[in-house]
């Protein structure tokens, strides 16, 4: 069946991953948002005809306004303008592929608006995890996960009850530094991080794949998703990349999910979902595969994945200062302000400074995104 979509981030590795997979698939795009980049969405607006385009920024807005003057697509700056694009009535699903903390507010309108969520945008259930699974159970919204381990997950707990799992796998491919100590990583650059083995993606997350802290995110959005606590989730660095993550079951049967590395598998899965259709993803082949070796992460030496185990299981804010702590310190990485170990340095800083309130409101979330924010700054001064 074909979907239609508002596409949150759409100028994003994700976003326009999903439009190849909506034009090969016959989904129809009602709305699209982008950030900066006005040009693409010009050329996506264009191409793909939704009602309507929204950017936070209004001065972007007002220039999309005229380079689409002779169309009649709709174009919103703000943050309402997102949340108008969220949860736009023509389509029945959203994807949420907004980098970061910022997709919290349109993600939650999706719910609100009963739209299905594919979820790309794994801030917001590290931040408001909690706030977002209740929300979208109430209103009888289904998230399903757009992140490839959590989609393999997602495939492989098919028609299985909630009890009869024992165990989450979540595979890590380990990022470009994988096997050096930390005198090493005191020395790699921007673009030595942005080296990603498997994936090509935005450099946010390419950075937290250089530190791990993806993989720290992942537990959090694991255990919001699929409501397993921290204790039971394991990390396997897997450096081929062919098993995208496994559950282990009461009985002791373990489940993987195999494929190709091309998250245009997972995109289109969330879309069609119960169902399986032909599809563009790259196809896979088990006799041209290496051997699949797993081990365990080394998180002495990548401290953001310990913080963000230590943060899984405090619970409460502490994944929202932990986040927004991180969000801020990669952007000072990419702006070659500070160092690789400066990172995981200040995220600490920001959780030991920023107190705890456990069930947290969604105003205590941006509140605890906020002062970890100011305390990043504070520690760079
Ligand atoms: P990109 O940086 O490539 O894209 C992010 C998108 O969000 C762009 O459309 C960008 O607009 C927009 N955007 C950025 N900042 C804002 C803002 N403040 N307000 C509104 N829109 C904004 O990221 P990815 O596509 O790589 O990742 C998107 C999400 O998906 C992330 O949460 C990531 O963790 C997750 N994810 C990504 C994977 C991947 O393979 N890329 C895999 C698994 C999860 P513009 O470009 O116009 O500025
Ligand atoms: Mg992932």
């Not at 491919?173 to 050096?180: A, D, L, R």
């Not at 500070?338 to 400066?342: A, K």
């Given at each position: 069946m074909g979907r239609t979509l508002s596409i949150l981030?759409?100028?994003?590795s994700i976003g326009r991953q999903t439009l190849e997979v909506a034009e090969a698939g016959g989904h129809k795009v009602a709305a699209l948002t982008f950030g900066h980049n006005v040009k693409l969405a010009e050329e996506q607006a264009r191409r793909f005809r939704p009602r309507l385009v929204a950017t936070p920024d209004e001065g972007l807005a007002a220039d999309l306004k005229v380079r689409l003057e002779d169309t009649d697509i709709r174009v919103l700056g703000g943050e309402e303008g997102l949340v108008e694009a969220a949860s736009?009535?023509?389509?029945?699903?959203?994807?949420?592929?907004?980098?970061?903390?910022?997709g919290l507010k349109p993600t939650l309108a999706a719910i609100d608006a009963g739209k299905r969520l594919a979820l790309a945008n794994k801030e917001t259930l590290v931040c408001a995890g909690e706030l977002v699974t209740a929300r979208a159970k109430a209103r009888g919204v289904d998230i399903v996960p757009v992140d490839s381990e959590h989609s393999a997950i997602f495939q492989c707990l098919q028609g299985a009850k909630h009890k009869e799992i024992r165990r989450l796998i979540v595979t890590a491919?380990?990022?470009?530094?994988?096997?050096?100590d930390r005198k090493a990583l005191s020395l790699v650059t921007k673009t030595d991080a942005l080296k990603h083995p498997t994936w090509q993606m935005g450099q946010k997350i390419t950075i937290d794949s250089a530190t791990l802290m993806n993989k720290g995110l992942e537990v959090i959005e694991a255990m919001r998703l699929f409501g397993v606590p921290a204790e039971r989730i394991d990390v396997a660095v897997h450096r081929e990349g062919v098993v995208h993550s496994l559950v282990e079951f009461a009985d002791g049967a373990v489940l993987a999910q195999l494929g190709s590395p091309d998250m245009r598998l997972p995109i289109q899965y969330a879309l069609t979902w119960p169902d399986r259709t032909e599809g563009i993803a790259k196809p896979f082949n088990l006799f041209s595969c290496p051997p699949l070796t797993f081990r365990r992460p080394d998180i002495e030496t990548f401290r953001c994945l310990a913080l963000a185990l230590r943060c899984a299981k405090t619970g409460g804010t502490s994944t929202a200062v932990l986040n927004g702590a991180n969000e801020a310190a990669v952007g000072l990485f990419l702006e070659e302000k500070?160092?690789?170990?400066?990172i995981p340095r200040l995220v600490e800083g920001a959780l030991e400074r920023v107190k705890t309130v456990h069930d947290p409101s969604l105003d205590d979330i941006f509140e605890a995104d906020r002062a970890a924010r100011q305390a990043v700054l504070e520690l760079t001064r």
């Open positions: 981030g759409s100028t994003g736009i009535p023509e389509a029945d699903t959203a994807v949420a592929a907004i980098v970061g903390v910022a491919s380990g990022g470009p530094f994988y096997g050096m500070i160092g690789f170990l400066d």
